[in-house]
């Protein structure tokens, strides 16, 4: 069974920090991303960041310039580095893989993490 397990989220004050990780456990044999989208209240779900097997990353306009993505290979994690953290940065975030398992690709969730900012 395939998991991706995410960790990291809380409450931060604005210009702050958090890092979030999602590792990824199962029979696995090869990802091709994985990144995280963020929901906030009334709004839609949307991408954050990802990040490609090649190493090659996206980025949300919203965040470019503040938040990092990065991956661990040999562990099949992926962090989220956010730096100079908003008030509109509130919201659930979650991780989301495209992974080759049992013969295919899919795409896998994980639970989600709350990251609030507030004063």
């Known amino acids: 069974q395939v998991q991706l397990v995410e960790s990291g989220g809380g409450s931060v004050q604005p210009g702050g920090s958090l890092r979030l990780s999602c590792a990824a456990s199962?029979?696995?044999?090869?990802?091709?991303?994985m990144g995280w989208y963020r929901q906030a209240p009334g709004k839609e779900r949307e991408l954050v960041a990802r990040?490609?097997?090649?190493?090659?990353?996206n980025y949300a306009d919203s965040v470019k310039g503040r938040f990092t993505i990065a991956r661990n290979n040999a562990k099949n994690t992926v962090y989220l580095h956010m730096n100079s953290l908003k008030p509109e940065d509130t919201a659930v975030y979650s991780c989301?893989?495209?992974?080759?398992?049992?013969?295919?690709?899919?795409?896998?969730w994980g639970q989600g993490t709350q990251v609030t900012v507030s004063s």
């Open positions: 990040i490609f097997s090649d190493g090659n990353t």
């Open positions: 199962g029979s696995i044999f090869s990802i091709y991303t």
């Open positions: 989301n893989g495209y992974l080759f398992t049992s013969g295919s690709y899919s795409y896998y």
